[in-house]
């Protein structure tokens, strides 16, 4: 699989479009524990994360809950999948309501061989349009892994950073459900403990990484009522699973996500 060759695939784009209405809104709300969205006409950064989804086929859906390999995405064998990171600039605010243009192209695609085994880096450019002026640019990191294998447990590798906020943040299997259904991911490591306990070797259910991103964004946002966020980066770091007593920390610029033992799951900045 390193040797894999998959240089033809960079470049590849595609161009969709949606509207962004507000029903997505009012659930994203809901999930993130608001009476109503308080958010005004404009949508909050991330929330375009909400639209542009991966409606295939039922025939289509493999046996992990993700599009079968191949499409726009390349057909990487590997069956481990995950959003690993991603950096986003804000150029200008989305209005609720309005049509957007979506224009994605595979950036990059490496394969790197290791300790861990074979992995698959695959870099997507997303560029958003309103009425052809850009709105977001965004590159996401997505990683192909190979299947689980048993290892050794580590001792926890604890942070030692000291936030000026902090916010707790323990989501359960209801929460994960709610934000598969308005992302509409079918990934079934968020959903079907048997299959990811015994499939992709988990401990149980694994929280989403772009809603630990989001909410991430949110502890910002209300940390900085005011500000207008310009843009924003996140780093997977660890797994974070249902039933852990995580906490949103922000120091400055910086937040991340940290998990009961005190390890960080996720880093992540705003400018």
């Given at each position: 699989m390193s040797g894999a060759?998959?240089?033809?695939?960079?470049?590849?784009?595609?161009?969709?479009?949606d509207v962004l209405s507000a029903a997505p809104l009012r659930g994203l709300a809901a999930l993130l524990d608001y009476e109503a969205p308080p958010w005004g006409d404009l949508a909050p950064p991330l929330a375009h994360w909400l639209y542009f989804l991966p409606t295939v086929a039922q025939h289509l859906i493999d046996v992990d809950g993700h599009p079968?390999?191949?499409?726009?995405?390349?057909?990487?064998?590997?069956?481990?999948?995950m959003w690993a990171g991603g950096r986003l600039i804000f150029h200008a605010p989305l209005a609720v309501g309005v049509q957007v243009e979506?224009?994605?192209?595979?950036?990059?695609?490496?394969?790197?061989?290791?300790?861990?085994?074979?992995?698959?880096?695959?870099?997507?450019?997303h560029v958003l349009r309103v009425n052809d002026l850009d709105a977001?640019?965004?590159?996401?990191?997505?990683v192909y892994r190979g299947a689980?294998?048993?290892?050794?447990?580590?001792?926890?590798?604890?942070?030692?950073?000291?936030?000026?906020?902090?916010?707790?943040?323990?989501?359960?299997?209801?929460m994960l459900f709610r934000f598969s259904a308005l992302t509409f991911n079918?990934?079934?490591?968020?959903?079907?403990?048997?299959?990811?306990?015994?499939?992709?070797g988990y401990p149980g259910l694994v929280v989403h990484g772009p809603y630990i991103a989001t909410a991430l964004m949110d502890h910002a946002m209300r940390t900085s009522p005011s500000a207008q966020f310009k843009s924003f980066e996140f780093r997977a770091q660890r797994p974070l699973f249902v039933g852990d007593a995580a906490i949103l920390c922000r120091a400055g610029n910086d937040l991340w996500c940290r998990n009961g033992a005190g390890e960080v799951t996720m880093s992540a900045r705003v400018g």
């Open positions: 060759d998959y240089s033809a695939w960079i470049g590849r784009s595609e161009t969709q479009t079968k390999r191949g499409g726009f995405l390349p057909p990487v064998e590997l069956p481990r999948r979506r224009v994605s192209t595979i950036a990059d695609v490496k394969a790197k061989a290791g300790a861990s085994g074979d992995m698959v880096f695959v870099t997507v450019r977001v640019t965004e590159m996401q990191d997505i689980s294998k048993s290892e050794p447990a580590k001792a926890p590798q604890l942070d030692a950073r000291i936030a000026e906020h902090e916010r707790a943040f323990a989501p359960d299997a209801t079918a990934h079934r490591i968020h959903y079907d403990l048997d299959y990811a306990k015994n499939d992709e």
